[in-house]
Nanobody, 126 residues
Framework: QVQLVESGGGLVQAGGSLRLSCTAS????????LGWFRQAPGKEREFVAAIYWSSGSSAYRDSVKGRFTISRDKAKNTVYLQMNSLKPEDTAVYYCAADVRPDSLSLYSTASYDYWGQGTQVTVSE
């Protein structure tokens, strides 16, 4: 079993920055890929970014490209999401998720991921 714990959320003004962390515990952690998703009130959970654990290759949704950076620290079993130039529309609960086995499912889909954290709130004020 894998447990994922997010931290780093909070309230920030538009244009500010936050860094989210997601640390994994449990059995030996060596996932295929890790993702960040977010869910705003009344909306579906949406893909934000993902990183392949082994290679470090990453992907982003268009609206965050150039502003967000996903990274990982294998020694700490931690994935990060550095968020710069935040906008009010980035306000949401942010979740990290782990996909532990290669499969044919899209990295953009919540269905691909086997384990989820509890979420951390990010609020961006005008």
């Amino acid at each position: 079993q894998v447990q994922l714990v997010e931290s780093g959320g909070g309230l920030v003004q538009a244009g500010g920055s936050l860094r989210l962390s997601c640390t994994a515990s449990g059995r030996t952690f060596s996932p295929w890929r890790l993702g960040w998703f977010r869910q705003a009130p009344g909306k579906e959970r949406e893909f934000v970014a993902a990183i392949y654990w082994s290679s470090g290759s990453s992907a982003y949704r268009d609206s965050v490209k150039g502003r967000f950076t996903i990274s990982r620290d294998k020694a700490k079993n931690t994935v990060y999401l550095q968020m710069n130039s935040l906008k009010p529309e980035d306000t949401a609960v942010y979740y990290c998720a782990a996909d532990v086995r290669p499969d044919s499912l899209s990295l953009y889909s919540t269905a691909s991921y086997d384990y989820w954290g509890q979420g951390t709130q990010v609020t961006v004020s005008e």
